[in-house]
């Protein structure tokens, strides 16, 4: 069993910057993807940022040059820095990993707002 817990969400004001950070209770190495997910309200789950299996990283096209996904493999941490955020970045953000699954933090939420 693969434990997430996420950190660092909270609020902001549109053009801030937030650090998200998921803490696994396993090697981050040790899974095959690990990354972040987000849902907006009334929204479905939408991926944001991933480490890909082959080393790669792979973004959401609505995130891609404000959002970096970065490691911390001595801590099993991965990070999500989030710059010029907008009222649209508003929701909730999951921390992913699959392994012979996919295994789900319990969710940081987000708030930009004026």
């Known amino acids: 069993q693969v434990q997430l817990v996420e950190s660092g969400g909270g609020v902001v004001r549109p053009g801030g910057s937030l650090r998200l950070s998921c803490r696994a209770s396993?090697?981050?190495?040790?899974?095959?993807?690990i990354g972040w997910y987000r849902q907006r309200p009334g929204k479905e789950r939408e991926l944001l940022a991933v480490?890909?299996?082959?080393?790669?990283?792979k973004y959401a096209d609505s995130v891609r040059g404000r959002f970096t996904i970065s490691e911390d493999i001595a801590d099993n941490t991965v990070h999500l820095q989030m710059n010029n955020l907008e009222p649209e970045d508003t929701a909730v953000y999951y921390c992913?990993?699959?392994?012979?699954?996919?295994?789900w933090g319990q969710g940081t939420q987000v708030t930009v707002s004026a």
């Open positions: 992913v990993a699959d392994t012979w699954r996919r295994h």
């Open positions: 480490f890909l299996s082959d080393g790669s990283t």
């Open positions: 396993v090697s981050i190495h040790s899974t095959n993807n």
